[in-house]
Each structure stands twice: as structure tokens, then as C-alpha cells.
Nanobody
């Protein structure tokens, strides 16, 4: 079955960096676009970044553009989110996502806390 496992979250000071990873299995990874979403306490889950099947196209929410970079390694079935210049408002649980034939699949999430 489809499995998405995020890692790399933690506590970081404002201005710091983190790299999130998502290991995937159970589907043809190299044929599917991948996304990162996040959900802050009391808020709805929101799109953060997306990447096409071959990495040729990337998409970002305006709030993270220029600070976050999504990438993938199709040989390793991994997708990454490099987060730089982190702000307190980036604090959230970050989720890896894939949509396959109209069904959304999610990982368990990884907590990112930006605080001094």
C-alpha cells in the first residue's frame, strides 16, 4: 500500500534552516507529482510546495517562495523540502502528499517549531 514517511522536523531558531525528507513506497514514485503541505495549530492544512514527476517543474506558496526548495530523487524514492530563513509563522506539522487517481495520500507528519 502507499506509504509516506516524513522526517527531519525539529526546533529551530528564527533565521535557521531545516531539511525535511519523505520516504515513499507502494506506488510508482517516478510517475507522480509530489507535494508538501503544512498545518499550524487552529488553522487549515495548506499547500507549501509541489514538484512534477521528473522534477522539471516546481511550485510554491507565496509565503515560502524564495526561502523553501522542494526536490526529489527518483532513484531513492525520496522527496525533500529545504527550508531556509525560517520564521515563527512557519511553525506547523509538515506533511508529504501524493494524489493517485484522485485519492490523496498523506504521511504522519513531522513537527517544525521555529522559536527563540
Amino acid at each position: 500500500q502507499v506509504q509516506l514517511v516524513e522526517s527531519g522536523g525539529g526546533l529551530v531558531q528564527p533565521g535557521g534552516s531545516l531539511r525535511l525528507s519523505c520516504a515513499v513506497s507502494g506506488f510508482t514514485f517516478s510517475s507522480n507529482a509530489m507535494n508538501w503541505y503544512r498545518q499550524a495549530p487552529g488553522k487549515e492544512r495548506e499547500f507549501v510546495a509541489g514538484i512534477s514527476w521528473n522534477g522539471g517543474s516546481t511550485y510554491y506558496a507565496d509565503s515560502v517562495k524564495g526561502r523553501f526548495t522542494i526536490s526529489r530523487d527518483n532513484a531513492k524514492n525520496m522527496v525533500y523540502l529545504q527550508m531556509n530563513s525560517l520564521k515563527p509563522e512557519d511553525t506547523a506539522v509538515y506533511y508529504c502528499n501524493v494524489a493517485i487517481f484522485g485519492s490523496n495520500y498523506w504521511g504522519q507528519g513531522t513537527q517544525v517549531t521555529v522559536s527563540s
